[in-house]
């Protein structure tokens, strides 16, 4: 009976020991989680999470601007390549934080958090379109070749039909008169042709650069039909002259071919459009975003400290 007393009495003992013990514990562990000093270390670990991500995606911002404004390859890929590692910490720093908030971040900050990645997740999307246009540069290739080689050609042309007007412009015969008429209708046509190419460069419009080479595809042809013309007159068989005006022509139809269709893919132009308008909306929707969330984090309430009193990170 002793025995059996005893052990009762143990048990009682050990229970009425172990179970305040237990809540001792647990209160611990809760004040521990509440500690002023731990919340505050924890605040600021957000906040500078927040604020990182912020300058990150603004440096991701001006580089994607700088790879579409470079006017070589080489200064486009190393800005894309500057904008891709930005991207790369704000991802960084979404993930480190949504880690952080989902222990005990508000349900308001969660949800902002989370409008934030559905915006970053269409910023990416337009950044990775926009900067595979921005390097290839083929509006800036066009303009180099119209301005360049193209330009070249059609002034050695126009002065190799100059020379041959030249050479007949002291008789009033009727072949000459037609030499006349005939050079100076290639000159004008060649010259008209060289001035459609930047606007068509520049036009974003596909139905306006429909429109512009239809006029080339006419200037074209009169140029062709007045060579011709000229290399029938008996007077202007085996010119030197004309001989080369051809040939210069010749070589500016394969540059017109080329700058056509560089100007087609419209790569700069499109980049600009795109950077301009969806990457600036969604941009400022994520830096909305990420401003309302270091607000709410701010707000929250330590132990200890003044409600909305500022954490500073550093």
């Given at each position: 009976?002793?025995?059996?007393?005893?052990?009762?009495?143990?048990l009682?003992?050990?229970v009425?020991?172990?179970?305040?013990?237990?809540?001792?514990?647990?209160?611990?562990?809760?004040r521990?989680?509440?500690?002023?000093?731990?919340?505050l270390?924890?605040?600021?670990?957000?906040v500078?999470?927040?604020?990182?991500?912020?300058?990150?995606?603004?440096s991701?911002?001006?580089?994607?601007?700088?790879?579409v404004?470079?006017?070589?390859?080489?200064?486009?890929?190393?800005?894309?390549?500057?904008a891709s590692a930005?991207?790369?910490?704000?991802?960084?720093?979404?993930?480190?934080?949504?880690?952080?908030?989902?222990?005990?971040?508000t349900?308001?900050?969660?949800?902002?958090?989370?409008?934030?990645s559905?915006?970053?997740?269409?910023?990416q999307?337009?950044?990775?379109?926009?900067l595979?246009?921005?390097?290839r540069?083929?509006?800036?290739?066009?303009?180099?070749?119209?301005?360049?080689?193209?330009?070249?050609?059609?002034?050695?042309?126009?002065?190799?039909?100059a020379r041959?007007?030249?050479?007949?412009?002291n008789s009033?015969?009727?072949?000459?008169?037609?030499v006349?008429?005939?050079?100076?209708?290639?000159?004008?046509?060649?010259?008209?042709?060289?001035a459609l190419?930047?606007?068509?460069?520049?036009e974003?419009?596909?139905?306006?650069?429909?429109?512009?080479?239809?006029?080339?595809?006419?200037?074209?042809?009169?140029?062709?039909?007045?060579?011709?013309?000229?290399a029938?007159?008996?007077g202007?068989?085996?010119?030197?002259d004309?001989?080369?005006?051809?040939?210069?022509?010749?070589?500016?139809?394969e540059?017109?071919?080329?700058?056509?269709?560089?100007s087609?893919e419209?790569?700069?132009?499109?980049?600009?459009?795109?950077?301009?308008?969806?990457?600036?909306?969604?941009?400022?929707?994520c830096?909305?975003?990420?401003?309302g969330?270091?607000?709410?984090?701010?707000?929250?309430p330590?132990?200890?400290?003044?409600q909305?009193?500022?954490?500073?990170?550093?």
């Amino acid at each position: 009976m002793t025995l059996k007393f005893d052990r009762a009495m143990f048990l009682g003992l050990a229970v009425g020991t172990v179970v305040p013990l237990a809540v001792i514990l647990a209160i611990l562990h809760f004040r521990g989680k509440q500690d002023p000093a731990a919340q505050l270390v924890l605040k600021a670990k957000r906040v500078e999470l927040v604020e990182r991500m912020r300058v990150a995606l603004a440096s991701a911002s001006e580089a994607e601007k700088s790879a579409v404004m470079a006017i070589t390859d080489e200064d486009s890929l190393a800005y894309a390549s500057q904008a891709s590692a930005a991207t790369a910490t704000v991802e960084q720093g979404r993930r480190e934080l949504e880690s952080l908030l989902e222990p005990g971040g508000t349900q308001k900050e969660k949800e902002t958090l989370a409008q934030f990645s559905r915006a970053f997740l269409d910023f990416q999307r337009i950044d990775k379109e926009l900067l595979i246009l921005a390097v290839r540069n083929t509006n800036i290739k066009a303009y180099s070749l119209a301005f360049g080689p193209a330009a070249a050609t059609i002034k050695e042309m126009d002065g190799s039909l100059a020379r041959v007007v030249a050479a007949h412009g002291n008789s009033t015969s009727a072949d000459d008169l037609k030499v006349m008429r005939l050079t100076d209708g290639a000159r004008l046509a060649a010259l008209r042709l060289l001035a459609l190419l930047p606007p068509h460069i520049a036009e974003e419009s596909d139905q306006k650069m429909d429109e512009m080479e239809a006029v080339m595809t006419k200037e074209d042809q009169m140029v062709r039909q007045n060579l011709e013309s000229l290399a029938a007159i008996p007077g202007l068989s085996g010119n030197a002259d004309l001989t080369t005006a051809a040939a210069r022509y010749a070589q500016f139809a394969e540059l017109r071919a080329q700058i056509l269709k560089l100007s087609r893919e419209n790569t700069n132009v499109r980049s600009l459009t795109i950077s301009l308008s969806q990457k600036r909306k969604v941009m400022l929707i994520c830096q909305d975003a990420l401003a309302g969330l270091e607000q709410l984090i701010q707000e929250e309430p330590v132990a200890g400290l003044p409600q909305h009193a500022p954490v500073s990170p550093r």
